[in-house]
């Protein structure tokens, strides 16, 4: 079946079928891989992709108004970038208590109740990874306990100010302007969220 733009409707005539699995590198953290498979048409193409362990992006929500960032150095890109907290889950590990663990190492903070949003696949060409978004609210300061060899500065902005980096360049990061979505429409009360207690 064909649709009116004239695309497949019938997910089952995209899929590529898996012939074989090639790890072509395994390294501490990422994993490469190189799949044969069956095309659609009945040819054979390889893919080459990155299997990484998935992730949690948290959006810290402060009481005046404000959000929480940190700028860190991103060495495969040589730049610091200002980013939502996040950090990748450990095997087996729940996506909110990484959440919480990845704030609380990051930035110091803990939060009375937290939201989630969702999930999103920020490289779907080339990695099987997926970020988990959070929200994070009636935050409470405490020591940060930031990983050996983890370098990163916190700040606090407007949504606003957070725009403006993102219309200007400064803000480049998929996962941040991916929840810079997700807080504009949060704000306005277009998407809602389910807003639970911390779990102890």
């Not at 012939?19 to 590198?25: C, P, S, Y």
């Not at 996040?86 to 663990?101: F, I, N, S, V």
């Not at 807080?183 to 009360?189: R, Y």
């Amino acid at each position: 079946m064909v649709g009116d733009d004239g695309l497949p409707c019938d997910d089952d005539a995209l899929i590529e079928r898996r012939l074989r699995r090639e790890r072509v590198f395994s390294g501490s953290f990422l994993h490469v891989l190189r799949d044969t498979v069956r095309l659609p048409d009945g040819g054979t193409a390889t893919r080459e992709f990155i299997e990484h362990p998935g992730a949690v992006v948290v959006v810290p929500l402060l009481d005046d108004g404000r959000v929480l960032l940190e700028r860190q150095y991103r060495h495969p890109i040589g730049q610091v970038m200002v980013e939502f907290p996040a950090g990748k889950l450990d095997a087996g590990e729940d996506p909110l208590a990484c959440g919480q663990r990845e704030l609380r190492e990051e930035t110091g903070y803990t939060a009375r109740e937290w939201a989630c949003a969702g999930a999103m696949h920020p490289m779907i060409a080339y990695s099987t990874e997926v970020i988990h978004l959070y929200f994070a609210r009636g935050l409470h300061a405490g020591e940060r306990h930031l990983d050996s060899g983890e370098f990163l500065a916190i700040c606090a902005t407007t949504t606003a100010e957070l725009l403006a980096w993102a219309r200007d360049g400064r803000v480049t990061d998929s996962k941040t302007l991916a929840c810079l979505l997700w807080l504009q429409n949060v704000q306005a009360g277009q998407w809602a969220l389910d807003w639970r207690e911390a779990p102890p």
